[in-house]
Structure formats: C-alpha cells, structure tokens
C-alpha cells in the first residue's frame, strides 16, 4: 500500500496567512481469501437492570448470532456484568453451542451497570490468547454508568491501555433508547474500534457481518501517521477522530487502526500557515518545490497472501507561494472529503452548544456552516458534508423529549463521518442516509442472515 498524498491548495498568495488541508487517502491492497487464523473474540454483555426489555433481548441476540457464526479454531468469551463481571464462558474454542447459546438464553437483567469490571475481564481473557492471534472485545451496553470506576475518562484511559499493552481493540454496541452516545463512541474511537447503533434488532446481521468478516480480511494492521510541523506552520488539528499520543521527539502519532482488504480511509489535517515571504517582487517562492510545511512519516504492517511486512513511508510536505491570486487553485478532488469532515466537525460543535441549553446557538452554528460549505460552489463535491448539516438543522432545536432521540442519530452520523473509513457498517437506518465514502458490501458477500428470538432457557 502506498499512501496517497493530497492539498486542497498547492499554492497560496505570498505573504499572507492561509489555511492548507493535508490529506492522505490509504486504500489496503487486496488479499485473495479469507484468513484461516483464528481469533479472540470476547463479547461484554450488559445485564444490568437499565437494560431490561427490549436492549437485553436484543443484546442476547446480537451475542448468539456471534456465537453460531464463530469458526471452528476462534476462540470465544462471553463476559456479563451488573454490580459485578462474571465470566460466563472463559477464553476458549467452543465445542458444544447449543450449550452457549441455552447459556445466554438464560440471562437477565437486573442490578447496577459495573461497565468498566466487565470489560477489564474481557481484557484478562483476551490477553491470554497465542501471541499474533487478533483480539477484539464487543461492547453490548447502554454505557448507564453507576459502579466501579465511573469517571468516563478513566474508563477511556483503561481501554486504550488494553490497546497498547495487549493489542486488545474494542468496539460498543449501543443498546435502547436512552443509551450514552458519548461514553460508548469514546470506547470504540480508543482503540480504534467501531461505535455501532444497536437498538433495533434488524440492524443485528449487518453489524455482525462486518465485524467478524472484518477480521478475516485484514490486510492492513497498526496504521499510524506521525506528524512533525515545520517553520511556517503555526499550529495544525487532525479533522477526525483519530487516537493520538505524543512521541518522545514531540512529533504526534495519530492512530487509525486496521483496513480490511480494499478499504479506502482518509485522514485529513488542517494546517495553519504563516506568511511565507517571495525573495523579491516578481521573483519566485525561496524554493522552486514550495516552502516545507510539515515531515510526514507513515507507518503500518501490510498482509499479503505471501505473509506480513513492515512498511515505513516518509514525506515532506510542500506548498508554494504565488503573488496571482489566479493561481491559487482548489484541488477539488479532495473537496468531498475535507467538506464532510468540516460539516462533522460543526456539527459537533452544534451538539455541545445544545448539551448546554443554546438551542438558538446551536442552529446559527448550523446555518454558517451550510453557507460556509456552499461557499465552495461546488453541490456535487459538498453533497455530503451538505446532507448531514441539513439534516438536523431543524432537529437541533427539538424539544427535551425529542432531541435524545435526534441527538443519539447526530452524534453517530458526525462520529462516522469524522473516522472515515469506507468499509464501517452505517447503522443510522432511515434518520440519515450512508454518506458516499462508505461503500456497500459486494452483492455476493450479504451480511448474516437474522437470527430468531432467543430460544427459552430450557430449548438450544
């Protein structure tokens, strides 16, 4: 895989300060089939007394439909929790699933939500898997937080330690209509993972069918972007939400995780550039390249069908100055992109000023952001970004009762749209339409077909 390097302006008036989008576009090189390795599969079930009803009949389902779909060599941990975590299957291959699933059939809800116990006992599980085996923790909660360690930036602080120290990624799966949007896409953005809306059974194969055929077809592991700005950069943001951590040299490593085989992602970053000088009026910029603005250096593991190698790519990022304003130009080939990030990101900003009570603020916020992307002059290229911000300028200003509903739908629409990644499963059904970057699965791959109710706990 080699990356794909990108600006929004390759040139920009000298002398001024200007704003510069760097994006970098990864798509993972195909691998013929289906890996036979097995891996570590822990599900994390929430049987707390905030999940009864509907969320725990669904969340059995979604851990049976694992179940039945597990291959042979995978090995399987099913974890539950309310006041305490309990290891209701230990790490292991599972030779009898009538037995599991009559297991899971027998839960119920009850207790208190000890959210962050139950998932340090997947991570005990999971660590103990073969060095090399793929370790994945699927998060099946409402995130009501009550027990334990509450605090949600510690519970972020664990998981992300179970990243770094045990190659443990976790994705959340939100269940019923009260669920916590923000502790559970936290989660999942930790280590990478996927933040799913769960609550409807129907929406179940389709999670199920990227998550654990995901894991089959990796053939990217461990991609990481590290950034160094360089003399004319003031300051710089990554537009998505990508983990991140500083190095010992002061470079930032921005972590985007894994890519199954064909998987597009982008990541984009917004530079602030300082004034960049020409020597003399009329002459050219101080270099005939451009004026260096950042040191790139990516990273990753690529997976062929020969074996895995490590990759390192490094780049110095250019731009040029121009005294013609003419000659300033927009790559719109990268317009989709930065504009439905930009959206996201406005978006965001839109729920927060809500979260406090400026409804007013919140749709104002919108409105500048919808003429900011018209701005562009481009409907074809800012469809996207257009969309999600038309979307719910109305439904900012809902009532209490109806913006938990509005707010659960923005917040997973703005999330997805800031990871980007073309293969993530979009689960916001009829509220908000798949933006074009996420490509549907080939017609020859449908997902998992829907399991039945949950059989009673004396029936397999």
Known sequence: MTPKLLLDYEAILANSPAPVHLVLQFTAPTISEKKSDPVAFAIVLDKSGSMEGAPIVNAKRAAQMVVRHLRKHDLFSLIVFDDNARAVVPLQEVANRQAV?????RIEADGSTNLTGGWMLAHDALKTAPAGTLRRALLLSDGALNVGIVDPVQVRAIVTGGLEHDQVRTSTLGFGEGYNEDLLAAIAQATNGTFHDANSADKLPGIFAAELGGLQRISVQNLRVRIKPLDFVERYASLGSFPSTTLPDGRQEFALGDLVSEEEAIAIFALEVMPIPLLAPGRP???LEGEALVELE???DEISDEGIRSVTWKQTVRVRAVQDPADQKLNEEVLPWVSAQEAAKILENAIALRDKGDAAGAKKLIEEGIIRLRAYGNADKIADGL????TFLTKITAPADEYVSTRKHAFYSMSSYRRMH????WTAGEAMPPPSFIKPPPSGNPPFPAD????????P
């Not at 969309?387 to 038309?390: A, P, S």
């Not at 109710?453 to 004396?458: E, I």
């Open 101 to 105: 699933l009559k297991q899971i059939a």
């Open 422 to 425: 073309s293969k993530q499963h």
């Open 285 to 287: 910029a101080a270099s």
């Open 298 to 300: 990516v990273l990753f």
């Open 387 to 390: 969309r999600l911000l038309e």
């Open 452 to 459: 039945p109710t949950p059989p009673p706990a004396d029936q």
